[in-house]
């Protein structure tokens, strides 16, 4: 069992950043599969960015070039610099360690883009 505790949400302005932070309680190298996930209010909970354990990473359009995934394994914590924010990157943002069906969900951290 692995427990996943999010940090970094907050309020910020349009163009601002934010760095989200989520630390396991345990080991993450041996999970293939990670990624941060967001749902807005209404809507299904989407994949933002995912990264494997050989560190590819991969990106929702609306994203690419103004977020960046990352895991640090010595430290068992993964991260999401999000850079350039937007009204619309407004949600509850979830980290997952190894996979969105039989992996494990921190509780998630909201972040709101607004003036």
């Known amino acids: 069992q692995v427990q996943l505790v999010e940090s970094g949400g907050g309020l910020v302005q349009p163009g601002g950043s934010l760095r989200l932070s989520c630390a396991a309680s345990?080991?993450?190298?041996?999970?293939?599969?990670a990624g941060w996930y967001r749902q807005r209010p209404g809507e299904q909970r989407e994949l933002v960015a995912g990264?494997?354990?050989?560190?590819?990473?991969n990106y929702e359009d609306s994203v690419k070039g103004r977020f960046t995934i990352s895991r640090d394994n010595a430290k068992n914590t993964m991260y999401l610099q999000m850079n350039s924010l937007k009204p619309e990157d407004t949600a509850v943002y979830y980290c997952?360690?190894?996979?969105?069906?039989?992996?494990?969900w921190g509780q998630g951290t909201q972040v709101t883009v607004s003036s």
């Open positions: 997952n360690i190894g996979g969105p069906i039989t992996g494990y």
């Open positions: 345990g080991s993450i190298a041996r999970f293939y599969a």
């Open positions: 990264i494997t354990s050989g560190d590819s990473t």
